[in-house]
């Protein structure tokens, strides 16, 4: 960890296929990173808030990253640090979060009017101070070809797909690859993809099949996958219920498995 550096990398967890592990992934991968010693803050982009709710936050009147974004759009006024900090929240397991409701989706239709739509949310994360102490913002995304999307990619240094080994949502990730680049060449050319991570992985032959295509074809190059994959495992769809993650929890194979994603993200980064 390279202390004197903390202006934090902005890493995106996104895929535009619904239930591929996006939201577990940002979530076990900040986890996991905390674990390491990394100061991380997990944002919660996704109206549907699974992330919060996994988080087990319950609304208590303070403001939220719906906050953030509406007044950004709707009145014009991009939140301070004071105003982006009254957002964040701690959780037991050492990490910040920020959360967000459901009322986040109106931003979709507001943002479909406005010029540079694109880049409300990296305005918000990146000019300003509030992050400065954390070394990894982490962003989980949404499902879909939409403008939140599109705002959550903007934001970001790195992007990591998560992917389930399945021929029907395999080709999510392929699919991701247009939004991406065209994200890139709009607003944000600097955005790298990491790789993808196979979720939900099932040991069959058509997981192995993909993982082994994804690794070694060409024409899936660009999404990287990870050594790592995730088994697909109960204690992995109990874990938002607990509210505590399977990285804390002891003996736990999820755990363990996104504790090597994390590691192999770090040497991606740091080679
Ligand atoms: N490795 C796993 N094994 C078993 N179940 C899992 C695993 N990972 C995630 N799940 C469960 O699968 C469902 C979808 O996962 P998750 O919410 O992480 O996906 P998502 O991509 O964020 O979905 P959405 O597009 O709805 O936001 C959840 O119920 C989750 O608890
Ligand atoms: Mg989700």
């Not at 808030?49 to 988080?55: E, G, K, N, T």
């Not at 609304?59 to 990253?65: A, E, F, N, S, V």
Request: with cysteine; proline share 5%.
């Amino acid at each position: 960890m390279n202390e004197q550096n903390h202006v934090p990398t902005i890493l995106a967890v996104s895929c535009q296929k619904g239930g591929e592990g996006k939201t577990t992934s940002a979530w076990h991968i900040g986890a996991a990173l905390t674990q390491r010693g990394y100061k991380v803050c997990l944002i919660d982009c996704d109206p549907d808030h699974h992330l919060s709710f996994a988080l087990g936050w319950q609304d208590d009147g303070r403001t939220t990253l719906t906050n953030l974004v509406l007044m950004a759009i709707v009145m014009g006024q991009f939140p301070d640090a004071a105003a982006i900090s009254d957002t964040i929240r701690r959780h037991d397991e050492g990490y910040d979060y920020i959360p967000c409701t459901k009322k986040l989706a109106d931003a979709n239709l507001f943002l479909a009017s406005m010029p540079n739509n694109e880049t409300y949310l990296r305005h918000i994360l990146r000019d300003t101070t509030a992050f400065a102490d954390y070394h990894y913002v982490i962003l989980d995304g949404l499902p879909g070809d939409n403008l939140l999307q599109k705002n959550v990619l903007a934001a970001a240094d790195d992007l990591i797909i998560p992917i389930q080994p399945k021929i029907m949502d395999f080709s999510s990730g392929t699919e991701m690859m247009p939004i991406v680049r065209a994200v890139q060449e709009r607003s944000n050319p600097n955005l790298r993809i990491v790789g993808s991570v196979l979720t939900m992985f099932d040991n069959t032959t058509t997981a192995r099949d993909i993982h082994t295509l994804l690794k070694e074809s060409e024409d899936f190059a660009a999404l990287h996958p990870f050594d790592a994959s995730i088994s697909r495992l109960k204690e992995a769809g109990e874990a938002p219920g607990l509210h505590v993650s399977c990285v804390s929890r002891e003996k736990s194979k999820i755990g363990q498995q996104y504790q090597a994603i994390a590691d192999e993200y770090l040497t991606r980064k740091e080679p």
